[in-house]
C-alpha cells in the first residue's frame, strides 16, 4: 500500500462523536495514541514518572492538534528563498487554562502546538472536608488574562464528576466571556461528561476516551489511578 499524505491540505471538520456536546474522542479510531493512553493506564509503566508526564504531554499534544481544526484562520502569505507561499494562520492564539496539579505536562503538550498562547492557572483540588468518600472542590489561586471574546481551551487530564472543571470554568468567566470554550480532558467518566453538559453546553469537549463509570471514592474505572500523584507523588 502506498499513501501520499500532502501536509499542505488544511481542511479538515472535527468528528462528531457520542453526542454534539463530545466533539472529538482519540482512541476511537486505531492510531498511534491508544499507545499512549494505554502506557498511561498500565500500573507497571506507571512507575516511570517522567514517561507518565510525557505521555500526559503527547495527548496534549494530539489533542491540541484536533482543536486546531476547529479554530479561526486568515489567509496569509510566507516569503521563501525561492517566492511566495499561501498559509493559513490562526486568527489569534488561544488562552490555555489549566488547573493544578496534575494538568501541568498535559497543559505543556498544548503549548508545544500552541506556542504563542496566552495563560490561565487555577489552583484547585478535591478537598476530603465533608466525609471520607464526599469532597468539596477547593479553590485557592486563579489568575487569566482577559479571556472576553478570546477561545479558551480549559483543560484537566481527569474529568471525574466535572465538579472541578465546573467550578474553575464559572470562576474564569469573571475575567470576560470567551468566544468559544474548549473543554480537554485525557479520560472521562459518562458522569462527568454528562455533569458538564448539563452545565456548560455552550463549550466543547474533547477527550482522549470515555470510560465505564466512577468508582464510590469518584475515581474513574478503569481510568489510571491519580494523575497528580502518579506526576508528581503523593501528597499529605
Ligand atoms: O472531576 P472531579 O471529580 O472534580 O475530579 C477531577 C480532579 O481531580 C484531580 O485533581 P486532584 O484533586 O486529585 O488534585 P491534584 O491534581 O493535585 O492531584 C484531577 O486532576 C482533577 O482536577
Ligand atoms: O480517577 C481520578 C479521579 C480524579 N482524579 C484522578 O487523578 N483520577
Ligand atoms: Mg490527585
Not at 487555577?122 to 482577559?146: K, L, N
Request: charged fraction near 20%; hydrophobic fraction near 40%.
Amino acid at each position: 500500500m502506498c499513501c501520499i499524505i500532502v501536509a499542505a491540505n488544511v481542511t479538515s471538520q472535527p468528528q462528531t462523536a457520542y453526542t454534539p456536546f463530545i466533539m472529538f474522542v482519540l482512541t476511537q479510531q486505531p492510531s498511534i495514541a491508544n499507545h499512549f493512553l494505554a502506557e498511561l493506564r498500565d500500573a507497571n509503566v506507571q512507575q516511570d514518572r517522567m514517561r507518565f508526564r510525557r505521555n500526559l504531554e503527547r495527548i496534549g499534544e494530539l489533542l491540541a492538534y484536533e482543536i486546531s481544526k476547529s479554530l479561526p484562520y486568515r489567509h496569509a502569505e510566507v516569503t521563501t528563498p525561492l517566492g511566495k507561499a499561501a498559509t493559513r494562520l490562526l486568527r489569534q492564539p488561544p488562552v490555555l487554562a489549566t488547573i493544578l496539579r496534575a494538568s501541568l505536562p498535559f497543559h505543556q503538550g498544548f503549548l508545544h502546538f500552541f506556542d504563542q498562547a496566552d495563560n490561565a492557572f487555577i489552583g484547585a483540588y478535591r478537598g476530603h472536608h465533608i466525609g471520607e468518600d464526599e469532597f468539596e472542590v477547593e479553590m485557592d489561586y486563579i489568575t487569566a488574562p482577559d479571556l472576553q471574546d478570546r477561545t479558551l481551551i480549559l483543560m484537566d487530564p481527569m474529568l471525574a464528576t466535572g465538579r472541578s472543571i465546573e467550578k474553575v470554568y464559572h470562576a474564569l468567566l469573571r475575567f470576560g466571556i470567551p468566544a468559544q470554550t474548549h473543554i480537554a480532558a485525557v479520560i472521562a467518566s459518562p458522569e462527568g461528561v454528562a455533569y458538564l453538559q448539563n452545565r456548560m453546553s455552550e463549550c466543547r469537549l474533547w477527550v482522549g476516551a470515555v470510560d465505564e463509570k466512577l468508582d464510590s471514592h469518584y475515581y474513574i474505572v478503569p481510568g489510571l489511578g491519580d494523575a497528580g500523584d502518579l506526576s508528581f507523588g503523593p501528597k499529605l
